[in-house]
């Protein structure tokens, strides 16, 4: 045996790589399966990324509208307090108003006693004084 290839065997060998089939090369078919897929699950977690944060938004306009709420309360609060203020003045000047005027009416009391007081001898004694007929 020859270690060189007969010319039957290169010749067959010629004949097989001239006619072969080529290999079957990679289509651009599973490469685009895969790039559908990665784009599905993009979609789907943009998606879900998205609900929550709708939903955190949500929670921070509610958080906004209980803030406002008690800011609201608090000014309600501060003006009820500045007129509870303004009562309470208006109360003692109505007190200090009845305390004057409680006064004055003692003092007429008084005067009028006194003046019924004076009048009362006076016409006692002016039925004795007078000369009978």
Known sequence: MSSRPNKADHAELQYQSEHARPGKTPTALPYLAVLVAAAFLLLVMAYFMQRRTAESVEGLNQSV????????????????????????GELAD???????????????????????AQEAPETSQEPEASPAP
């Open 94 to 116: 109505a007190q200090d108003r009845q305390l004057q005027l409680e006064e004055q009416l003692r003092q007429v009391r008084e005067a009028l006693a006194q003046a019924q």
């Open 65 to 88: 509208n209980a803030i406002h709420s008690f800011d609201q309360l608090a000014d309600e609060n501060q003006s009820l307090r500045l007129e509870l203020e303004q009562v309470r």
